[in-house]
């Protein structure tokens, strides 16, 4: 074998082993890398955490009588809105969004929960919020119970809501913005007004597949 075949011969190694080494390290990269950040959903009104946030501890009553904890969140994604039954304008409407979302979102994407969560527990008993959840449809459901672990609740959900009185009747001046929670039960973002189903239905996609996507690369 003479010296150029034996250099020619070197030089195909050394390219073969360089992108063996190229190959590995994109696969390590993959599999360890960081996490992908969250998207920009600004164009949704959406915020999106990189890391999610724990909820305050709570145990609450759903619609069915139920004791419920932050653990019984875990196992699906959920849109949590704050408001309360008799609220005049904001809740209605963003129900009725959040409704028209559940009939726009395509099979390949799992169930959500719509979680409402009452600011005036005094009235919203459990058998008034199953009255008002159930005619969404059979995905919503309502929390409600003691005042002050509800605006602990609410402030982690970065909520907030206060009580007023006009004329005589109770109003409950509240945030519009819908927070979505992961299946750990952590707050995964934030969705501001105005809610349009179409583009709550495309926000939620790109979350999910980013969560998943992410889940993919620590699990692999």
């Known amino acids: 074998m003479n010296r150029s075949v034996r250099?020619?011969?070197?030089?195909?190694?050394?390219?073969?082993?360089?992108?063996?080494?190229l190959v590995?390290?994109?696969q390590v990269y993959l599999v360890g890398g960081d996490?992908?950040?969250?998207?920009?959903?600004?164009?949704?009104?959406?915020y999106v955490y990189d890391q999610a946030?724990?909820?305050a501890e709570f145990t609450l009553t759903d619609e069915?009588?139920?004791?419920?904890?932050?653990?019984?969140?875990?196992g699906r994604w959920t849109f949590a809105f704050v408001g309360y039954t008799n609220c005049p304008d904001i809740c209605p409407a963003a129900m009725a969004n959040l409704r028209q979302l559940d009939q726009r979102l395509p099979a390949e994407l799992p169930q959500p929960d719509y979680l409402l969560i009452s600011a005036d527990p005094e009235h919203d008993t459990p058998q008034k919020l199953k009255d008002y959840t159930g005619f969404f449809g059979e995905h919503f459901h309502g929390l409600t119970g003691d005042l002050e672990t509800t605006r602990?609740?609410?402030?982690?959900l970065s909520a907030?809501?206060?009580?007023?009185?006009?004329?005589?009747?109770?109003?409950?001046?509240?945030s519009g913005h819908f927070a979505l929670l992961n299946p750990e039960g952590q707050l995964q973002a934030l969705i501001q007004?105005?809610?349009?189903?179409?583009?709550?239905?495309?926000?939620f996609e790109r979350i999910y597949q980013w969560a998943r996507a992410n889940r993919d690369r620590t699990s692999s």
Do not use: M, W, Y
């Open 160 to 174: 907030v809501f206060v009580h007023r009185e006009v004329d005589g009747e109770l109003l409950v001046d509240h």
């Open 35 to 46: 996490p992908e950040p969250a998207p920009d959903l600004s164009e949704f009104n959406t």
């Open 24 to 26: 590995v390290a994109r």
């Open 152 to 156: 602990a609740l609410a402030k982690s």
């Open 53 to 55: 946030k724990p909820l």
């Open 193 to 203: 007004p105005p809610h349009r189903p179409e583009e709550l239905a495309q926000a």
């Open 64 to 74: 069915n009588g139920e004791t419920v904890t932050r653990e019984d969140l875990k």
């Open 7 to 21: 250099i020619t011969l070197v030089a195909l190694l050394l390219i073969v082993l360089l992108i063996f080494g």
